[in-house]
């Protein structure tokens, strides 16, 4: 009989175990499929269903995408990208970051190759087009980058005379904006693929001047002080989306809804101290959502 006894108590052991098991197999991590509702078919429950997602964003833009020692890019795009791919369920450690240049981000979205685009990626008319934005979650302003010791440039008014050579990036808002201002563009406007290669022409005397948004620039100068400094004020208005496909209205409304909610608990806040805000670059009131 106590053979008998302990056998039984054996059994209910294993099967309270099992049962713990299963239990804990069916709750998950809780930030998986099972914690998620979407609707049928949307990009939303596709997305969250797979447990991945493919984010473009820049490599070369301290303070918003820059490829740290980890090999991410670290930045406030991709912590804006973070919140997002948070709230579809998708654990941090499942995003592809994959380098989205300026000359290629309507392609990499039009083309599948990503699943959305958070890029210093300017809301314009002729990008709409081809994609659809979500948001603005941050507006931004051209400026000049000029060397520490330059005088003689002090706004894009300073390139009408065509002795100065300034450098952008193709496809970039700010490449298409300085043309207004430059006396020659065949010899004058200096085009590269990243701005990286512009501020290393920058320094070695290659071109005059660096254009594109403060914040970028504002990024370059804080790991330089002693090389370089903005000449004049800010001369556009550059509000940032994230970009996805065109007939996507769904996803953009998610997105839409989810900076909004970044904004109420500070979390949109917290990405900007922890990044951006780091280099003296004013955050300003949350831009309002552009829900076309």
């Known amino acids: 009989m106590r053979i008998k006894r302990v056998a039984a108590v054996a059994a209910v052991a294993a099967l309270a175990l099992g ?7 069916d709750g998950g991590e809780g930030t998986g499929a099972g914690s998620k509702s979407f609707a049928a078919g949307s990009t939303m429950e596709k997305l969250n269903k797979a447990q ?7 490599f070369d833009q301290p303070g918003f995408g820059l490829k740290g020692l980890s090999g991410k890019p670290e930045g406030f795009d991709v912590e804006v990208a973070k919140i997002i791919v948070k709230e ?10 994959v380098e989205a240049p300026s000359k290629v981000r309507e392609d990499v979205i039009v083309n599948g190759t990503v699943d959305l685009v958070a890029a210093t990626y300017t809301i314009n008319d002729k990008r709409k087009e081809r994609i659809a934005f979500a948001g603005p979650y941050y507006e931004a302003g051209q400026n000049i980058m000029v060397k520490k010791d330059d005088t ?4 894009p008014d300073s390139f009408k005379d065509g002795t100065k050579k300034v450098c952008s990036v193709t496809g970039s808002t700010p490449f298409e904006e300085i043309k207004k201002y430059v006396k020659d563009v ?6 590269f693929d990243t701005y990286d290669k512009c501020r290393d022409a920058l320094k070695s005397g290659q071109v005059d001047a660096v254009t594109t948004d403060n914040v970028i620039l504002l990024g370059y100068i804080a ?5 370089f400094k903005l000449a004049g004020s800010n001369f556009t208005k550059e509000p940032y989306g994230i970009g996805v496909k065109k007939e ?13 909610k970044a904004v109420a608990d500070g979390s949109w806040k917290k990405a900007w101290d922890d990044t951006a805000g780091k280099f003296g670059a004013e955050l300003g009131a949350a831009p309002t959502i552009n829900r076309y």
């Open 19 to 25: 049962l713990t098991a299963c239990g804990g197999d």
């Open 52 to 58: 991945k997602i493919k984010v473009g964003t820049k």
């Open 88 to 97: 579809l369920g998708i654990p941090e450690d499942k995003i592809e970051w």
């Open 152 to 155: 003689t440039i002090t706004g």
């Open 186 to 191: 065949a010899t004058q406007l200096v085009p």
């Open 223 to 227: 790991k330089d002080e002693a090389s």
């Open 248 to 260: 996507d209205a769904d996803f953009r409304s998610f997105i839409n809804d989810t900076l909004d």
